[in-house]
């Protein structure tokens, strides 16, 4: 098993960047497809960006291409999410999730959740 945890989240103006981290414990990232996904109130949680296992394939939703990247430490056991040119609509609760299996967009698959961070972002 692994547990996550989430941290960096905060109140940021339109066009700031925030860099969230997400501190794995117990086994390592480079076990598992790593994800980030986020939920905004009244909606879905949706899938924003995930790492395979090997680190050789990586996918972004359409609404974040461009603008964050994924990566992760495996030394470190962490995986980070940069954002950058933020705007309101980003706003939303972000999570850190791993699945033992390959990367999937759907939050249903995967087996492992941080607890979130939430990140604002003003106009």
């Known amino acids: 098993q692994v547990q996550l945890v989430e941290s960096g989240g905060g109140l940021v103006q339109a066009g700031g960047s925030l860099r969230l981290s997400c501190a794995a414990s117990?086994?390592?990232?480079?076990?598992?497809?790593m994800a980030w996904f986020r939920q905004a109130p009244g909606k879905e949680r949706e899938f924003v960006t995930g790492?395979?296992?090997?680190?050789?394939?990586?996918d972004y939703a359409d609404s974040v291409k461009g603008r964050f990247t994924i990566s992760r430490d495996s030394a470190r056991n962490m995986v980070y999410l940069q954002m950058n040119s933020l705007k309101v609509e980003d706003t939303a609760v972000y999570y850190c999730a791993a699945r033992t299996w390959a990367t999937t967009f759907a939050a249903s698959e995967y087996d492992y959740w941080g607890q979130g961070t939430q990140v604002t972002v003003s106009a």
């Open positions: 790492i395979s296992k090997s680190g050789g394939r990586i």
């Open positions: 117990g086994r390592t990232v480079s076990n598992y497809a």
